[in-house]
C-alpha cells in the first residue's frame, strides 16, 4: 500500500489545526494543547502561531523558574545517589548496598 500525501491535504490539515487553535480551543484538541503550553511556559500564543517559538529557550526558563534552593540540594544529592549506584562495588568499600541505594533513588523521586 503506497501512501500518497499531496499538497491539498496538508493545506486542508493546516486549515483545521489553525481553525481549532483560533475559533474553536475550548473543543479542539490542538487548541486546548497550545493553550494549556502557552499559559504553563508564559509564551504568547501569537509566537507559536507565527512559529518564532525558540521551544528549548522556552522550556529552560521554565525549569529554572520551577528551582528552588531546596530543588538544587535534592537534585545534587540524587545526581550522587546516581553515580554512586552506577559505579557501586567499583572500589569495593560501599556502606549501602546497591538495592538501597536504588531504594533511596526511587523513594526520593515518589
Known sequence: MQLLVC???????RFLVQYGILFAPSVSVFGRNINICAARYKCKLSKFLDNSVNVN???????CDLVSEDGKKIFEFL????SCRDWHGWDGESI??????????HYICQ
Open 7 to 13: 499538497s491539498t491535504d496538508l493545506e486542508l490539515l
Open 57 to 63: 529557550a522556552v522550556v529552560r526558563c521554565y525549569c
Open 96 to 105: 549501602l548496598s546497591r538495592d538501597e541505594i536504588c531504594d533511596i533513588i
Open 79 to 82: 545526581r550522587d545517589l546516581v
